[in-house]
């Protein structure tokens, strides 16, 4: 089993920066996959950003050049810096574990094992 906790969520003006954090605990892998996904009102979860445990690291298209994943593994800690935030960011954004990936980018809600409660981004106009 394993737990995630987020944090990091808030309001900010648009063009603006947060850093969220995610920490694991339990019994992780030696190679899971942690992602982060997000979910705004009456859409589905999207596909974010991922890292593997090498860390290599792989963005939805939406977000690259804005959004970096980045982890400590001696923390078990995933964080997501973004920058250059847009209204269309606005949702709710949970971190994940995919214990034993599949393939190298796991980009599929359904591929992970674990999932955070989530923590809310709310980018102003």
């Known amino acids: 089993q394993v737990q995630l906790v987020e944090s990091g969520g808030g309001l900010v003006q648009a063009g603006g920066s947060l850093r969220l954090s995610c920490a694991a605990s339990g019994r992780t892998s030696s190679s899971y996959v942690m992602g982060w996904f997000r979910q705004a009102p009456e859409k589905e979860r999207e596909f974010v950003a991922g890292?593997?445990?090498?860390?290599?690291?792989y963005y939805a298209e939406s977000v690259k050049g804005r959004f970096t994943i980045s982890r400590d593994n001696a923390k078990s800690t995933v964080y997501l810096q973004m920058i250059l935030l847009k209204p269309e960011d606005t949702a709710v954004y949970y971190c994940a574990v995919d214990q034993f990936p599949a393939e190298l980018g796991p980009t599929r809600p359904g591929q992970y094992d674990y999932w955070g409660q989530g923590t809310q981004v709310t980018v102003s106009s």
């Open positions: 890292i593997r445990y090498s860390g290599g690291t």
